[in-house]
C-alpha cells in the first residue's frame, strides 16, 4: 500500500468517524391515541387530512425544557395527552407536546422519537420541523452548557447531511418570524405563545457554525 493510499484511508476514517453520533433511543410513548390526536391537530390546526403523520424535515428548532433536571423534562414527553397544568395550549389540542432529541447537561444526546414523524413542539411549524430540546432554562434563565451546545453543533451537523431538505434552523423564540414564509401552517391566527428559549446567545453561537436560513433572512 502506497502512503498516499494509507494517508487517504486514514482521511476518510476520519470523516466517517466524524458523522458517527452517539444518541441515546429513551423513547416516549407513541401509541394509537397519539398517533390518531396528531392527525387530528393536522387536520384542525394545518386543515389537512393525512393517512400518516410523517414530515418531510425542512427546519430544526431549538428549544430549552425550562426544567433543570433530565427524568423530570422527559415525563413532560412521555404520555400521548397533555399535563393538565397547561391550560395554554390546551385548548388548541389535547395532544402532549413531545419533541425528537434530548440533550443533558453533560452533552448526552436522547432520541425520543423517529425523526421523521411529526410532534407538537412549535407552533405553525410541526409538519416540517425537527426539534431539539435542552435540559434547563428553569424560570426562563440562560443556563445551557458548553457541552450542551457541543452536541447541538454535533447534532444539526448530523441531520443536514442525512436531509437535504434542512436549509432553516431557528430558536422557538424565533417561531413567529416564520408566519410569512412557506414553512407555515397554523391556520387559527390567535394560536401563539411568548417563548424565550433557548436564549439569543445560545443561538448566536449555534448558528456561527452554520450556514442555514433563519426566517428573517
Ligand atoms: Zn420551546
Redesign the pocket.
Known sequence: MTSAVKVYLLLTMCSLNSFAMDIVQKPIIFNQLRLQLSKEYISKHYEQDVDDITIIPRII?I??TAIDDLDASFKRFLFPTLPLDRPDIQKASSLNVSTHFMIDTDGTIYQLMPETTMAR??IGLNFSSIGI?NVGGQGNKPNLSSAQLQSNKNLILYLTNKYSSINYLIG?SEYTQCENTSLWLEKDKNYRTI?Y?PGDDFMKALRSNFNLKTCHD
Open positions: 428548532v428549544h430549552w413542539h412549535v430540546e422557538h417563548k428559549d
